[in-house]
């Protein structure tokens, strides 16, 4: 084999491992902030633990929507006190106040980072896309708890104080996304 031809393979290797590298981050990135916490990503579970400690935490809730979206989204309560593994809901408004039926998804995290590891949802709005027809007004729960283990660890200790902020993106129903899609006609 020639040395351009050994020099052109080389390349295209390195360009196929970036395109592979590039293909993969986004996923490993969210596997990575699921499994760890980082940048405020909560925990997902199926039930609060059996130790509820007497020690509280106050959590805070704010709501963001994107310019585009055309709804007004607010929590419902402002904060509320929550003993540290007791199970807590929270709920959300969104309103619809355009003439068109919206898909939504929210986006979630919460602060101070260091908590995102210890805060999990047993149920929430933000699993599912929302579609809202015109004017429409929906109450959204989210069933929380922050894991007693949160108090074990050095780094995340001092926490008393949690901030769950969402906010809403305009989405493609996966409906309608799937409609667009050309069925193939097998004779």
Known sequence: MSRESRTVLGLVGVVLTMGALAWAAVPFYSWFCSVTGFGGTTQVSTAAPDEVLEEVVRVRFDANVDEDLGWTFRPMQAKMDVKIGDNAMAYYEAVNNTDE???????YNV??????????????????????KPGERVEMPVNFYVDPDLLEDRDASWVRD?????TFHRTEPKQAALDAVPANNVN
Request: negative net charge.
């Open 162 to 166: 949690i901030t769950l902020s969402y």
């Open 101 to 107: 039926t919206i898909t939504g998804t929210a986006s």
């Open 111 to 132: 602060a101070p980072e260091v908590a995102g590891y210890y805060f999990s949802k047993i149920q929430c709005f933000c699993f599912t896309e929302q579609t809202l």
